[in-house]
């Protein structure tokens, strides 16, 4: 089963640069749709972005398109959710997960999440 492990979170102003990143080890991505997904306390979480490993077209949520970008780095194994322009209401525990797809087997896996707090 695949492993996955967020980084990248922090203190960061709002307007400024943010990267997280998902690195997975364990097993292959092939099979995987990684998505990343926000929570804010006393709510579930909800869907922001995700991508299938073997590539094709992104999704995202509305709330975050044409800010964020999702992205993978075969090289490193890892998928990066990049935004240049966070928002106040960008502020969550930022969770990584892989669904497999066609081919692949298991249940969704859940990274560890990683706090994001943007400030004015």
């Known amino acids: 089963q695949v492993q996955l492990v967020e980084s990248g979170g922090g203190l960061v102003q709002a307007g400024d640069s943010l990267r997280l990143s998902c690195t997975a080890s364990?097993?292959?991505?092939?099979?995987?749709?990684i998505m990343w997904f926000r929570q804010v306390p006393g709510k579930g979480r909800d869907f922001v972005a995700g991508i299938k490993w073997k590539g094709g077209s992104p999704d995202y949520a509305g709330s975050v398109k044409g800010r964020f970008t999702i992205a993978r780095d075969q090289a490193d194994n890892t998928v990066n959710l990049n935004t240049t322009n966070p928002k106040l209401e960008d502020t969550g525990t930022y969770y990584c997960?892989?669904?497999?797809?066609?081919?692949?087997?298991?249940?969704?896996?859940w990274g560890q999440g990683t706090l994001v707090t943007v400030k004015a």
């Open positions: 997960a892989g669904d497999p797809t066609v081919g692949g087997s298991g249940p969704r896996v």
């Open positions: 364990g097993r292959t991505l092939d099979y995987y749709y």
